[in-house]
């Protein structure tokens, strides 16, 4: 089935799709993650629908993020969140395997790093999130050994389980950057799951767990703030806020933080550390006319559409959208995008909005999730006829069970 997907992938790109060749796609979209494909999705859905759609995406493989924690938890498999990319690509898609490295959108066409020139009539921009590995001294070099690991890779998430699993006490340490991540609330999740499964190996008591943060607090929210404050009080876990990991000495085993405030630096002794690296916009975005003065695709935070290039959208993480970076916020923001994109194709006026909505499924241990959800004013949005901020078993249900269902067949399908 794979294989046959492949095929007729590559079939349908155009003869002339090759190094050094001038393309041309109606609807051109720059990544191939949860956003690219459920915009894919959405734009070429119908029988009779002849949208001429293009995804340019490098990767092999697409993963169902979201799951990670779990993973390095212990409670979902790994080889479960991926997928062969062309697995997922819309059959109404052209899928070209290559990635932008130039935007020049006063000629509307883009250029690739294998020689392709891609003009379009229209642009979706949804790359991702960069992170960066590098920005932690010692880091890259020491993650996957002597007790250094990290869920925000495929290949470093089964480190995450070896640790907690085999951690016989000692000082575990977990960390966020002060700079905006994928899902803001995983770096705390992975450490309410070691938490519980210290105690049930009948460690913790010798056990110092601690959470550093570069943020301020343990949640932006206040109504979910409250609950996660209880978690922790009832957890006995360390917090230490505004601090911002900037080294790691494997030889030592010591995380050098960096105050975010007074600049002043301290060392914290672990035995294990799971680590958040620092995360920001890719760096072809980041040049290029598009960015804002951070680095991100600069778009109205309701109607998604550029701020100096009309025929420029984007969502997700790589946007300049001022909410939580998760696959959740893309599900409402993708068909706000494409009922504007598909308006200003049909020469009508934008009137789809994007409210700032996303949720972030906080798991404070195995069995127990507070779903939060709220908008760009950080008033809640909740979905279910129950309050949404107190520890739930069903949650947790829904997110082990129901998601990945929700994704797999619902987002990257268009039919959610």
């Known amino acids: 089935m794979i294989s046959e997907t492949i095929h007729k992938t590559v079939e349908s790109s155009p003869a002339q799709d090759r190094p050094g060749s001038v393309l041309h796609h109606q609807v051109v979209i720059v990544g191939g993650g949860t956003a690219g494909i459920t915009v894919a999705a959405k734009l070429t859905k119908g029988w009779f629908n002849e ?101 925000y890779s495929f290949e470093s998430v089964g480190s995450t389980w070896e640790n907690i699993r085999n951690f016989k006490g000692g000082t575990a340490l977990f960390t966020q950057p002060a700079t905006g991540i994928k899902c803001g609330g995983a770096p705390q999740k992975i450490c309410y799951l070691a938490d519980d499964y210290f105690r049930q190996q009948g460690v913790r008591d010798k056990s110092h767990v601690i959470f550093a943060s570069g943020s301020s607090t343990i949640f932006a929210v206040e109504r979910y703030r409250k609950v ?30 960096r105050h975010t405030e007074t600049g002043e630096e301290v060392s914290i002794h672990y035995d294990m550390i799971h680590v958040t690296p620092p995360m920001g ?99 809640p949005a909740e979905t279910f006829p129950f309050s949404q901020a107190k520890e739930r078993w069903s949650m947790w249900l829904l997110k082990k069970y129901v998601l990945p269902v929700l994704y797999w067949k619902g987002m990257l399908k268009g039919r959610a």
């Open 228 to 257: 996660l404050e209880k978690v922790i009080e009832r957890k006995e876990i360390d917090t230490r806020f505004n601090q911002s990991l900037v080294a790691i000495c494997a030889d030592t085993k010591e995380a050098i933080f």
């Open 281 to 379: 916009p890719p760096a072809f975005i980041a040049k290029s006319p598009l960015a804002d003065e951070k680095g991100w695709v600069d778009v109205d935070k309701h109607s998604l559409q550029h701020v100096r290039y009309s025929n420029v959208f984007a969502l997700g993480d790589s946007s300049s959208l001022p909410t939580s970076k998760t696959g959740a916020a893309i599900r409402k923001q993708s068909p706000a995008l494409v009922k504007n994109l598909q308006a200003l194709m049909a020469g009508k006026p934008l009137t789809a909005k994007y409210d700032g909505y996303t949720s972030c499924p906080l798991v404070t241990g195995y069995g127990k999730l507070v779903l939060a959800e709220f908008d760009y004013d950080k008033n």
């Open 51 to 151: 949208t001429d759609v293009a995804i340019i995406d490098p990767a092999d493989n697409h993963y169902y993020q979201p799951a990670w924690t779990l993973v390095g938890g212990g409670a979902f498999r790994k080889e479960d969140t991926r997928r062969d990319e062309a697995s997922v690509i819309p059959k109404k898609a052209t899928w070209i395997q290559d990635a932008v490295i130039e935007f020049d959108p006063e000629r509307n066409q883009i250029k690739t790093r294998d020689g392709r020139t891609i003009q379009y009539d229209f642009l979706v921009v949804c790359a991702g999130i960069q992170i960066n590995w590098d920005a932690i001294t010692g880091l890259k070099d020491s993650l996957g050994k002597d007790g250094v690991c990290s869920n």
